[in-house]
């Protein structure tokens, strides 16, 4: 079993930045892809970011290319999102995903274990 925490979610002003950990304890993420998604009120969750096993690849969603980056740090088993010139539009419950498989997952079927998710609030 895989357990995951998210933290450094907050109230934010339009055009600040953020950093989202998510920590796992239980397993090494070592093997796994990993995966940021959020949901908007009275919206599906969607994907944000990707990442690997490796870290080699990497994948955005059009929304946030170019303001959001995903990294890994494998000594402290834990996964970063840096969000950067954000958006009201990012308002959202973030969660962090964990992927068996390795490679790159697109979609939240494809990932196996869900942190309980922290709330990001942009605000104009």
């Known amino acids: 079993q895989v357990q995951l925490v998210e933290s450094g979610g907050g109230l934010v002003q339009a055009g600040g930045s953020l950093r989202l950990s998510c920590a796992a304890s239980?397993?090494?993420?070592?093997?796994?892809?990993m995966g940021w998604f959020r949901q908007a009120p009275g919206k599906e969750r969607e994907i944000v970011a990707a990442?690997?096993?490796?870290?080699?690849?990497?994948y955005f969603a059009d929304s946030v290319k170019g303001r959001f980056t995903i990294s890994r740090d494998g000594a402290k088993n834990t996964v970063y999102l840096q969000m950067n010139s954000l958006e009201p539009g990012d308002t959202a419950v973030y969660y962090c995903?964990?992927?068996?498989?390795?490679?790159?997952?697109?979609?939240?079927?494809?990932?196996?274990?869900w942190g309980q998710g922290t709330q990001v609030t942009v605000s104009s």
């Open positions: 239980g397993r090494t993420l070592s093997r796994f892809a």
């Open positions: 990442i690997n096993w490796s870290g080699g690849s990497t």
């Open positions: 995903a964990a992927r068996l498989d390795g490679a790159l997952g697109y979609n939240q079927r494809q990932y196996n274990y």
